[in-house]
């Protein structure tokens, strides 16, 4: 480590193209060795990226055995579904592929749960608390719907009746029967495409930056990451997503 980086390296400095190059010095017994350590470092400060596991599969071996059948929406799907949508239709199904949300928290959310240009909510599954930051893509759209809403009322959903249950069934089912009709898709494809998205291009983005977005971090990390969170960071990873870059895993998909 010492020839390499030389003596007291500051890990701040580290990336994954450097953990890449140190990587093809050593054998593969090592790096696995690293990737614990660093594992354990991560485990004890979140700050510590743990850019040896990163190494751990490359984009062709991730996806290389994924079926020729695209399991999200490609782009040119994007295109045509928003197309085929109503406006307030398409910015619903826009939002959950920026948030990469549930649409059960999606169609929760309140102008109260908007603060600092982010969605504040529950996880819909394991109720832990997540900050998605809102893609510059939408937000215009989003503040001008919240513009004439008080702090209760719901940004997709307006109960007309005193059976919400059904009339938010029927709002799923008429968006997910334009879906069927172009892709044969339903409306969780939006959240695989943003997790896909995000593993593809993850880049130099911090690993538990990214698992916030979608899964709870365990422990005693995830109420440390809730304390510390940076929102900047996640917003950068949020304004990084633009769709039209799925055709680079169509054609990665289409040539395995």
């Not at 649409?103 to 997540?130: Q, T």
């Not at 593809?200 to 809730?226: A, V």
Request: glycine share 2%.
């Amino acid at each position: 480590t010492n020839s390499f980086f030389g003596e007291n390296y500051d890990l701040d400095k580290l990336s994954l193209v450097e953990a890449r190059k140190f990587s093809n010095t050593l054998s593969d017994a090592y790096v696995r060795h690293l990737k614990s350590i660093f594992k354990k470092a991560n485990n004890e400060n979140n700050e510590i990226v743990n850019w040896f596991a990163k190494l751990e599969t490359s984009i062709e071996e991730r996806y290389g055995n994924i079926n020729k059948s695209v399991d999200f929406f490609a782009f040119n799907e994007i295109k045509a579904i928003l197309g085929a949508l109503n406006e307030e239709q398409a910015l619903l199904f826009n939002t959950l592929l920026y948030a990469g949300m549930r649409f059960d928290e999606i169609i929760s959310l309140k102008k109260s749960n908007i603060k600092n240009n982010c969605f504040y909510f529950k996880d819909s599954k394991s109720y832990f608390d997540k900050v998605v930051p809102i893609h510059k893509n939408i937000l215009n759209e989003i503040y001008a719907k919240v513009k004439n809403l008080k702090d209760n009322e719901y940004l997709f959903f307006t109960p007309a009746t005193s059976n919400k249950k059904r009339e938010i069934n029927n709002i799923r089912q008429s968006i997910n029967t334009k879906l069927k009709e172009l892709t044969n898709k339903t409306l969780h494809k939006t959240r695989t495409t943003f997790i896909t998205y995000l593993n593809y291009f993850r880049g130099d983005f911090s690993s538990s930056d990214i698992k916030s977005f979608t899964h709870q971090l365990s422990g005693e990390d995830q109420k440390t990451y809730n304390k510390a969170k940076n929102v900047d960071r996640l917003r950068t990873i949020i304004d990084s997503i633009d769709f039209q870059n799925l055709q680079q895993i169509e054609k990665q998909e289409m040539a395995s």
